[in-house]
């Protein structure tokens, strides 16, 4: 067929109008029979398939594989909790790959090259770049919540205090440590990507200072390793449909579609800012620095959509960094600027941060100052470097925040029943936002060589 487009677009009208129908029999708005929808949904899915059967691509199939797991959500909500597995393991093995593949990459990078001039000035670039666009973030969320006052009204449940999760404060201190490595393997383990990028830099310019016959070797190992990692990505990127599909279902069918009542306006504010954040600040970055905005967009859904189903960055770091790689960003540049994203430059973190926390002070009743507002998002701004890999360790970090300016924690539970779909959002903007920064640096460098391809 030579649109299969219009199949896909046709499968997922009737994928949608029958899921807006099932959502509004849920809430008992209207009565239309069950078997209807189930059979709507299947056509939807069914028409789907055979459109993914004609594109025969791995994105096309996890995208796919997400529509799957709604429905699988939906019908078999009990079932889907026994799917969330498949995702952990795919998880688990994409996070075995971070430590290896960044420094080898990294060393590579550095060492490969020996330009220490060009590393010291694309990490300066770097960080005037992911300070000026987080800071940005910071703004648009603090406007958002203000705006749309969705914490305003709300019913504190009584019973919150049973669980309570631990909420130590971050200190400068504390914050400064975190950067510089004390164990590489326990840094490893750990998962502490800013750590493993810090060890792998000064390794790399140790590396680039000795002589020629010591310092051949390791970039010889560094370069091989680079490239087995790239290849283990490659067969665990296998496994990413099966692990988006039940990560989708699990969510489904855990939080069920009526999640999205109770909190639709928070939810709305927080997708509302991030599309406006993607719009009114990355978008004119791109065009500023002539990015191709079809290449980049095509290169970068299948890292974005990994991210947004399984709500963490640190899942669609190698594929993200191949794609970059594809898109004509010079391999030095994407192993230098997109670990350090990870840590400095969470665009869609930052910006949930400073919502969430507004939207608890709403939720408690509590008038915040704009002098009080600024201090807690420019604190946000120094706790939430290095949590971009961790599924909701943000929300570790907002308790923390919370307790430093002496806010209660009773309403972050109010959040934690839709927070897997706010993750998904947040998570997807840095991985957008870390992509855009890379090409945006070898712009700056002038060493960027668009691709005759997407990648």
Known sequence: MRKPWIIAVFAAVIFIVALLFSFLANNGTISPPERLLTTMRCMGIGALLYYGWLKKNL????????????????DFPEFSQNLKIFSQIFLRLIKSIIAPLLFGTLVYGIAGHSNIKQVGRMGWKSLLYFEVVTTIALFIGLAAINLSKAGVGIQLPTSTNS?????????????ILHIFPENIAKSIYDGAVLEIVIFSILFGVATAMISENHRRPIILFVESLSEVMFKFTSLIMYLAPMAVG??????????????????????????????????????????????????????IIEPVSIAFATTSSESALPK???????????????????????????????????????????????????????????????????????????????????????????????????????????????VIGNCLATVVIARWEGEFHESTTAG
């Open 320 to 430: 993200a960094m191949k794609a970059m790689e594809h898109l004509g960003v010079p391999r030095k540049i994407v192993a230098f600027v997109m670990p350090m994203g990870y840590s400095f430059n969470l665009d869609g973190t930052t910006l949930y941060l400073s919502l969430a926390s507004i939207f608890v002070a709403q939720a408690a009743g509590i008038e915040l100052s704009i002098t009080t507002q600024l201090t807690i998002v420019f604190t946000l701004m120094l706790t939430s470097k290095g949590v971009a890999g961790v599924p909701r360790a943000s929300l570790v970090i907002l308790l923390g925040t919370l307790a430093s300016f002496g806010l209660p924690v009773e309403p972050v539970f109010i959040i934690l029943g839709i927070d897997e779909l706010m993750d998904m959002a947040r998570t997807s903007v840095n």
């Open 59 to 74: 994105t096309t199939t996890i995208l796919i594989s997400m529509v799957v797991g709604v429905e699988v959500g939906i």
């Open 246 to 299: 039940c990560a989708i279902a699990y969510t489904v069918g855990h939080m069920g579609l009526g999640i999205l009542v109770n909190l639709l306006k928070l939810l709305l504010t927080l997708y509302a800012a991030l599309i406006f954040f993607i719009l009114a600040v990355l978008l004119p970055v791109a065009l500023a620095f002539k990015v191709p905005i079809k290449k980049f967009v095509q290169a």
């Open 163 to 175: 669980e309570v999760l631990p909420a130590n404060k971050q200190t400068l201190t504390d914050v």
